[in-house]
Each structure stands twice: as C-alpha cells, then as structure tokens.
C-alpha cells in the first residue's frame, strides 16, 4: 500500500518539501507520495480529525500552524516539547484508532546544516548573536544551547520579544534591542539570522560587519534568495558564511525516516535540484 505524506500551510504554494520529500521516494525507489495540501487556519481542525483516520503515515506542518498544532497533538516529542512548536506529525496506531505524535526538526535541522558546512563550528564559540526573536529564533537559541554554547544574545528589533524569548527558554540566553550589536558584535563568533529581513533581498539597515572578529561565522535562515545581503556582506568582510538551504534539507530528514522507514541522505544532488528553484 502507498504509504501517504503531506505538508499543510497558508499559504503552501512556494513549499519546497514536495520537491525534497519525492527526491527522496526517487531515489530509495519507495511506493510513497507526499502532498502539499492548503489548509487555512480555520480548517485546520476539520485537517487534525481527518488525519485521525490513519489516511497519512504522518507530515509537516508549516506557516502559520506551528503553534496551533503544537496544542493539537496527542503526544509530543520529550527533546523539542518545550519549543512548543511541531513542524513533523507521525500518526501512531493508538487506542480505537491513531494518535499524533508531534516534534519540532527545526532544532536539528539548524545544527545538522552547520555540522555538514562547517565542521567543528561550534568549538570556539564562547558567544554568538541570534537575530530575530520569532518562532525561528526559538529553535535555533535552544539548539545553540544544547550545543554548548556559553552565551547567546538574542538581539531583536522589538527588544521586549527577545528579553521574554530568553527569559521563557532559559539557560545561557540573554535577550535585548539591535541597538546592542556594537557593543556584542566584537567578541561574538557567530552570528545567525533568523529574522524576514534577507527576504527579496532585503537588508538590515544598522548591522556594522567590520565590528565582528575575522574567525565569525555567519549564518542566514532565510534562503530565497541564497545569499542574503547579509551573507553577501559577510563576505565581502572575509568572514565565513553557511546559507539557509541546508536547514531546511536537514530539517526534512527525521519526518522522511519516520513515514517511509529509510534514513535520507542530504547529497550534493538534492541541494543542486532545489537550487535551481530558488532565485539567483
Ligand atoms: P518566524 O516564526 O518565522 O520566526 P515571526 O514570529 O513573524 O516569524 O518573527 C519574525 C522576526 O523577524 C521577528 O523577530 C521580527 O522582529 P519583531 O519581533 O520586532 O517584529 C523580525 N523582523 C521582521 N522584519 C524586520 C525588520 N525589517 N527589521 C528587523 N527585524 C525584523
């Protein structure tokens, strides 16, 4: 039987998953599909009874339903609960018929990138600076965390969200305004964006790059286009860079593996393939 998988999101147009996720049935020769399926906020509900059916082996969950599904599901991941974000549903055989299970690969995607692109990233990060206070932001400041990093700044334009991120999370995080950057930037060794701003090829209209020491590594969540002005910037100082696509290939890996049974490889291929659907 073709085993089913979808991704859910308002809109769901521009979801690469679809693309990542049919690679992969591809190239392991799997008897699966995998759907991008619109559903508004107001459906999602009518969305979370129809998968109790078992109709799907499970799916992601993208914008704006990260949080609501969080609430909706029956079990959740004990490692990435605290996120209180879910990106991957696996339904469980459970009781008169299937519960959902829940976890965030958000949080593994982020560090699994920086691992495959930078080996040994996080050996001499003593401090780094998170970017953005949203729901990105919240999975990448735990997993810099997690990772033992001693210190992390989330620097956000609305200080107020990045001061009750860190208060919320806890442990070695510390939130405040952007305004902080030339204080923070010269002894930060790693930077990572997780803001809208790159978007379209938007900017930061204050971040001075010359404040950052030589051996910095920066990096951009935001991957359309690939290399953000921020990470154009950063180059041009000398630093080094990892752009955003790898967190979203990585992130794929845990949900595909749970639905179709085989662990997936992030290869040079598939980065190739979903290149060339994003703008130069
Ligand atoms: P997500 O869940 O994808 O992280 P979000 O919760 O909407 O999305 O968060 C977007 C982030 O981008 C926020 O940190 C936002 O800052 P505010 O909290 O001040 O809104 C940040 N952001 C968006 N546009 C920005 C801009 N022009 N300059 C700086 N930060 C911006």
């Not at 704006?64 to 549903?89: G, M, Q, S, W, Y």
């Not at 018929?97 to 829940?102: A, C, E, N, T």
Request: charged share 20%; aromatic share 8%; glycine share 12%.
């Amino acid at each position: 039987m073709t085993r089913k998988a979808f991704v859910i999101g308002h809109p769901i147009g521009h979801s690469r998953s679809p693309l990542i996720h049919r690679h992969w049935l591809d190239a392991y020769g799997i008897d699966g599909s995998y759907e991008a399926i619109e559903v508004t906020p107001d459906d999602l509900p009518a969305f979370f009874a129809r998968l109790r059916t078992g109709e799907f082996a499970g799916g992601n969950v993208t914008v704006p339903h990260k949080e609501r599904a969080f609430e909706l599901c029956d079990v959740l991941d004990p490692e990435t609960a605290h996120l209180r974000a879910v990106n991957t549903i696996e339904l469980l055989p459970g009781g008169e018929g299937f519960l959902l299970h829940g976890s965030n690969t958000d949080f593994y995607g982020f560090v699994a990138n920086l691992d495959q692109q930078a080996p040994g990233w996080s050996g001499g990060v003593q401090s780094a600076i998170v970017l953005g206070a949203g729901g990105a932001a919240r999975a990448v400041a735990a997993s810099l965390a997690a990772n033992g990093i001693e210190r992390t700044f989330i620097l956000n334009r609305t200080p107020e969200r990045a001061g009750q991120l860190a208060r919320e999370l806890g442990g070695p995080l510390q939130g405040s305004g952007l305004a902080d950057w030339p204080l923070l930037a010269p002894t930060t060794q790693l930077v990572v964006n997780t803001t809208t701003v790159g978007m379209g090829n938007t900017g930061f209209e204050r971040l001075d790059l010359t404040l950052l020491p030589a051996e910095t590594l920066v990096t951009d969540i935001v991957y359309t286009p690939l290399q953000t002005p921020l990470l154009v910037a950063a180059r041009a100082r000398g630093l080094r860079t990892v752009d955003g696509l790898g967190m979203l290939l990585h992130q794929a890996v845990p949900g595909f593996e749970k639905w179709f049974g085989v662990r997936p490889e992030v290869t040079a291929e598939l980065r190739q393939e979903i290149e060339r659907t994003l703008a130069p």
